[in-house]
């Protein structure tokens, strides 16, 4: 069995959904004496207007000089991720976790045949519906997963994503995809005592691109308006659809019922959660969806879109959660009516949801993933 000293982990940027986990983690393997470090590409996104706090990062890690290439939109940038392999040389780590299928990766894979280097892939990657991947990069995947050492994924969607492009079910271990809990169980805990309105406020949050069809949960209230007039929309969120949802909101004449905030920080968004009596998530396709455990670790009752990757991981129908496809405008707007007119069942979804989040998808649940990666590997190497 060998014997692992040091662990590094090379991923995009600092994101901070991700530094309480990263934190733990490296609390997790300092107690099995075996040192953490983090490799960041570049200190962020130009895109992010999220502010982070650098000195919350309680591991040891670096920022790389990374060229940026934006592949068609700002949402896909790519790093160069330079000096990898000359850290790899000097300090000679026992296990690399590289994130995804990244210039990163293919650089660890091609020295990977000159020197000793035992990397795992890291990664959300999922199968949308309707979305065919070209032969070209399934294959490059599949050949980068052949010579992989282990797998950490996202959720049990990606699991099956890594399944499917060669990756060993018995390799893969999941790092459930969490967030900053404490701060949202302080939301949930401040959310018992709220002063109720007699008008229902909806939230939904999230960044603003056509990809996440925020459109079809426009036309969806459009309908709900034809039913029920006691009920607002608020879209906390920025990006490239903005402008064309606000259009939409005009030319369906919903102003009075749907409203725009811009961008809000973090530490700003609890009175919104705490007077919010139902979350909706509507996305056309997410690899996971972090803002649903957000709201679910707030205590909202949520309404969730099948195309969340999150889904499958996070909702139990009626139980903690619902999941509504809003593209039957129609249908989507008689299902939120019905539950909008059950503060029962509300009030017992986004105590479930709570309760769910604080038990199974926590900051060291997910350092466990990489834990439980390490054990696979000592195990059968």
Known sequence: MPEIKNVLIITNVPQDYRIA???????MLKEQNIQLKVLFAASGYKRRKSKLDFSRMKFDYTFLKSTKFNLGSVENTMFTYPGIIRYHIKH???????????PATIKLWLF???????????????KFKGRKDSALRILMRKILVRRAKGFVAYGTMAKRYLISIGAPADKISIAINTVDTDFFNQ?????????????????????LTHGKKIDDLIHTIYELKTIRNDFRLTIIGD???????FNLVNELHLNDYISFEGFIQKKDLPPYLINTDMFLFQTGCDIWGLVLNEAMASGLPCVVSPNAGAAIDLIKENENG????????????????SLLDDETLLLKLGINANRFISEYVT??????????????????A
């Open 92 to 102: 000679k780590p026992d296990i690399t976790f590289v994130i995804g299928y990244s």
């Open 21 to 27: 986990m990263l934190n733990k983690l490296d609390d």
């Open 187 to 207: 939301v949930a805990e401040n959310r018992v005592n709220r002063k109720t309105s007699q008008v229902k406020q909806l939230l939904y949050l999230g960044y």
């Open 112 to 126: 990977s045949f000159f020197m000793k280097i035992n990397f795992f892939i890291w990664s959300g990657s999922v």
């Open 363 to 380: 900051p060291q649940k997910s350092a466990q993933g990489f834990i439980d990666a390490i054990n696979i590997y000592k195990k059968n």
């Open 322 to 337: 619902v999941i509504l496809d809003f593209s039957h405008y129609e249908k989507a707007a008689q299902k939120l009516n």
């Open 239 to 245: 990006g490239p659809a903005r402008e064309l949802l």
